[in-house]
């Protein structure tokens, strides 16, 4: 069993910065493939952010060239950098974790979930 706790959560304004983090216990992830995702308020949850266990990343293509996710097994802790909030990325924003090791887009393949933080963007 793998339990994620994210933190870093908050409100901007446009244009500002948040970094997301997500502390797991329980195991290791350094074999998982790690994932974020957002679910804004009367919206399906969508994919944001994803790496693999060797470093290999993939974005969406609202986040590409804004948000950076990156991890640290050392610490066993998964990060969201995000830059240049837009007010669209207003959302719960959720880390998970895919056993499989390749970090993928489709959350079906995500077996453990943190609770999620609340981010906010303001115009």
């Known amino acids: 069993q793998v339990q994620l706790v994210e933190s870093g959560g908050g409100s901007v304004q446009a244009g500002g910065s948040l970094r997301l983090s997500c502390a797991a216990s329980?195991?290791?992830?350094?074999?998982?493939?790690m994932g974020w995702f957002r679910q804004a308020p009367g919206k399906e949850r969508e994919f944001v952010a994803a790496i693999s266990w060797s470093g290999n990343t993939v974005y969406a293509d609202s986040v590409k060239g804004r948000f950076t996710i990156s991890r640290d097994n050392a610490k066993n802790t998964l990060y969201l950098q995000m830059n240049s909030l837009k007010p669209e990325d207003t959302a719960v924003y959720y880390c998970?974790?895919?056993?499989?090791?390749?970090?993928?887009?489709?959350?079906?393949?995500?077996?453990?979930w943190g609770q999620g933080t609340q981010v906010t963007v303001s115009s």
């Open positions: 998970a974790a895919d056993p499989s090791g390749f970090g993928v887009k489709t959350d079906y393949d995500y077996h453990y």
């Open positions: 329980g195991r290791t992830i350094s074999t998982y493939g």
